[in-house]
């Protein structure tokens, strides 16, 4: 099943497609040594800050971490209970507080790198209780077993210690505690990486990371299990964007603060390379109407964490009926 949503500027859909992807690896480091450094934090935060001083282009182009946000509040809509206090982890200006309301969450504690990101909407007027606290994910500040549930869309994907950061996230949660996070997965972007890594190579002679490195959801599967989490559950979609040109789509990623923010990124990218990839996105991958597509992979994840209540798997062999009978 496809969903669409269309605009006068881009199209937008959602489907179940697997292609090729460029995938981020994990492993593991003994206690207390540092974590491996993929992301200038300093660098995302700046983006982050500008993008959301321009609050008219930023709300813009809003539309994908609305749509991923709204999916986050879903599935904390189906389970069954009322929280009085919800974590909203990397919330930026407050995407997934548009579509609570009270008889899900009483109070949203919305945390985020970016103060700007913060409070650009703060003057907007919201149904539920909200705090606003300037949090750095790979650093949080709660206590342990506080939490009744955390909540994080499209944003530990920018975290260097992504194992470090479940770890922590299942540690402040109480007995029984959810998490639900939504990040960016390897798929996202081949269009764009393929053509800038083809462009450089024909003018530069060489290639740079354009395109941030992505996790893939069956590590993102051990992760869960790996930080403390059980009943994990994880799910794959796509969001595909298409756009006039090449352009558009960079500027887009621009205000949405998504500019790439690796460690080992050049400075610069020349204008003849950035033509010459606008050109080769357009030959490979362009729409028969002119267009241009874009293609986000979202990995969703859920993971409880363990208490004395916690329902427990049955044995193998168990079973007092046939699947192929339900079936």
Same mark, same amino acid.
């Given at each position: ?13 959602? /489907?179940?497609? !697997? ?12 206690? +207390? %040594? ?5 992301? =200038?934090r300093h660098v995302k935060q700046m983006q982050k800050d500008r993008a959301a001083i321009s609050v008219e282009s930023s709300r813009e182009v809003d539309y994908i971490k609305d749509e991923v946000a709204a999916r986050v509040a879903d599935r904390l809509l189906d389970i069954k209970r009322n929280f009085s206090q919800v974590v909203d982890l990397g919330s930026g200006c407050g995407h997934i507080v548009k579509h609570l309301d009270p008889t899900m969450v009483k109070k949203l504690i919305m945390c985020d790198l970016s103060e700007k990101a913060l409070l650009r909407d703060a003057d907007q007027p919201c149904s539920i209780e909200i ?23 499209? /944003?530990?994907?920018?975290?260097? =210690?992504? #194992? ?5 996230? @299942? *540690?402040?949660? *109480? ?11 390897? =798929? ?10 083809? %462009? ?5 002679? +060489?290639? /740079? ?40 789509? &960079?500027?887009?990623?621009?205000? &949405?603060?998504? /500019?790439?923010? !690796?460690?080992? @990124? ?15 996105? *357009? ?27 916690? #329902?427990?798997?049955? *044995?193998? +062999? ?10």
């Amino acid at each position: 099943m496809i969903h669409t949503i269309r605009s006068t500027r881009f199209n937008l859909s959602i /489907s179940k497609l !697997v292609k090729p992807h460029v995938i981020r690896a994990y492993a593991t480091v003994p206690p +207390g %040594a540092p974590a491996f450094q993929v992301f =200038d934090r300093h660098v995302k935060q700046m983006q982050k800050d500008r993008a959301a001083i321009s609050v008219e282009s930023s709300r813009e182009v809003d539309y994908i971490k609305d749509e991923v946000a709204a999916r986050v509040a879903d599935r904390l809509l189906d389970i069954k209970r009322n929280f009085s206090q919800v974590v909203d982890l990397g919330s930026g200006c407050g995407h997934i507080v548009k579509h609570l309301d009270p008889t899900m969450v009483k109070k949203l504690i919305m945390c985020d790198l970016s103060e700007k990101a913060l409070l650009r909407d703060a003057d907007q007027p919201c149904s539920i209780e909200i705090e606003r606290h300037v949090v750095d994910e790979e650093h949080l500040p709660f206590k342990e077993d506080s939490l009744e549930a955390v909540l994080s869309s499209l /944003s530990l994907n920018w975290v260097n =210690d992504l #194992p470090g950061a479940l770890i922590q996230i @299942r *540690k402040a949660l *109480k007995p029984d505690g959810v998490f639900i996070g939504a990040m960016f997965g390897g =798929d996202t972007l081949f269009e764009l990486r393929t053509s800038l890594q083809l %462009a450089e190579t024909e003018r530069e002679s +060489g290639v /740079s990371p354009r395109v941030s490195p992505m996790t893939d959801s069956s590590d993102i599967s051990r992760l869960l299990t790996r930080a403390g989490f059980t009943l994990t559950t994880v799910d794959v979609d796509e969001i595909q964007v298409n756009y006039p040109s090449a352009f558009e789509l &960079m500027q887009d990623l621009r205000s &949405m603060g998504e /500019s790439n923010a !690796v460690l080992s @990124r050049r400075p610069l990218l020349q204008r003849d390379t950035l033509l010459a990839a606008a050109s080769i996105y *357009k030959e490979l991958h362009g729409n028969p109407d002119g267009s241009i597509p874009a293609t986000f992979q979202i990995i969703y994840m859920i993971g409880w964490k363990p208490s004395p209540d916690t #329902p427990k798997p049955k *044995k193998r +062999g168990s079973a007092n009926a046939s699947l192929k009978d339900v079936l």
